[in-house]
């Protein structure tokens, strides 16, 4: 059993009384792809704890007179900003071990310096 069918438990009328959405409601915003419900292999749509806490926040916003193209906008928008979010947070690691790396490089040619510099005595140094 996969994770994603693990959480998706509740069929669409425990979704609908748990979330105080009617079903016809969740099949409209599932039909917008607001939201993607997990499908059994009988194609029995089940939700998650996550996918109802979504509908509560689609349905509050939808009440605040946002339409459902303007919600699937912001969706959208999220979904994109967590990515970039993710992708900086990589990009920062892979620049602290690039620094890394560089200190590290940089230290092993100050360590060959030491074998390489020959001190002159001031006897051998000719007026």
Do not use: C, W
Not at 97 to 108: G, L, R, W
Request: glycine residues 6%; without cysteine; charged residues 35%.
């Amino acid at each position: 059993m996969s994770n994603e069918d693990s959480k998706a438990i509740y069929f669409i009328s425990v979704a609908s009384s748990l979330s105080g959405i009617h079903q016809q409601t969740i099949r409209t915003y599932e039909m917008k792809g607001l939201i993607k419900p997990y499908r059994t292999g009988g194609g029995t749509r089940r939700y998650s704890q996550e996918d109802i806490d979504k509908l509560i926040q689609i349905q509050n916003l939808s009440q605040r007179g946002i339409n459902l193209d303007g919600i699937k906008i912001i969706y959208e928008m999220k979904d994109k900003i967590e990515e970039l979010q993710n992708k900086i947070l990589l990009l920062e690691n892979e620049i602290s071990n690039q620094k890394i790396d560089s200190k590290n490089k940089e230290k092993e040619i100050h360590k060959s310096y030491r074998n390489e510099i020959v001190k002159k005595s001031d006897k051998s140094i000719r007026r």
